[in-house]
T-cell receptor, first 112, second 114 residues
Framework: SAVISQKPSRDICQRGTSLTIQCQVDSQVTMMFWYRQQPGQSLTLIATANQGSEATYESGFVIDKFPISRPNLTFSTLTVSNMSPEDSSIYLC?????????FGQGTRLTVV | AQSVTQLGSHVSVSEGALVLLRCNYSSSVPPYLFWYVQYPNQGLQLLLKYTTGATLVKGINGFEAEFKKSETSFHLTKPSAHMSDAAEYFCAVTEPGGGNKLTFGTGTQLKVEL
């Protein structure tokens, strides 16, 4: 298994600002994934982050709104830009460790 | 395209009773299937997975699931519910080689009553 640490665990932010979420893994992984879980809903994949290349975004998500960095094989960041109340969600980092993804504890974001 | 349907957004059982959480999928190729559990204010924990081989899969905490290709189902069961099983359960699917790009169902909230 992999140990995944996400920071911050929660935050309350003003609309129009940006928040950067960090994800640290205790081992080197090829792919890292960012998911969003809106209140009362399931998880939706935002993007896949590979080290050394640009992230691949899913339909409905764009780089300008959710820029992602992947500077090395153990770390990634997701920025939620120009936030609005609709961005209030739990954001989860996930890693591919064989078959079966492992998830961080998530970042609970509230935009006011 | 893949999709996952979880019947019943809320399921309530008595402690000691059978737990049955339903999951049906659609996929153009034989998928890999997963069940995850999410306790309040926590991330997701992998309960069990099916990739190939034996269709009855045993997971942690006494849960098991059976892959039934003819029914496109992967229902989760536990013979005897415990209070600590109260959580949200998500079924997920990915295509082999999908690199763990998971498609999740909408989740089932399990309540266990005394």
């Amino acid at each position: 298994s992999a140990v995944i640490s996400q920071k911050p665990s929660r935050d309350i932010c003003q609309r129009g600002t940006s928040l950067t979420i960090q994800c640290q893994v205790d081992s080197q992984v090829t792919m890292m994934f960012w998911y969003r879980q809106q209140p009362g809903q399931s998880l939706t994949l935002i993007a896949t982050a590979n080290q050394g290349s640009e992230a691949t975004y899913e339909s409905g998500f764009v780089i300008d709104k959710f820029p992602i960095s992947r500077p090395n094989l153990t770390f990634s960041t997701l920025t939620v830009s120009n936030m609005s109340p609709e961005d209030s969600s739990i954001y989860l980092c996930s890693v591919d460790h064989g078959v079966g993804a492992f998830f961080g504890q998530g970042t609970r974001l509230t935009v006011v | 395209a893949q999709s996952v349907t979880q019947l019943g957004s809320h399921v309530s059982v008595s402690e000691g009773a059978l737990v049955l959480l339903r999951c049906n999928y659609s996929s153009s190729v034989p998928p890999y299937l997963f069940w995850y559990v999410q306790y309040p204010n926590q991330g997701l924990q992998l309960l069990l997975k099916y990739t190939t081989g034996a269709t009855l899969v045993k997971g942690i905490n006494g849960f098991e699931a059976e892959f039934k290709k003819s029914e496109t189902s992967f229902h989760l069961t536990k013979p005897s519910a415990h209070m600590s099983d109260a959580a949200e359960y998500f079924c997920a699917v990915t295509e082999p080689g999908g690199g763990n790009k998971l498609t999740f169902g909408t989740g089932t909230q399990l309540k266990v009553e005394l």
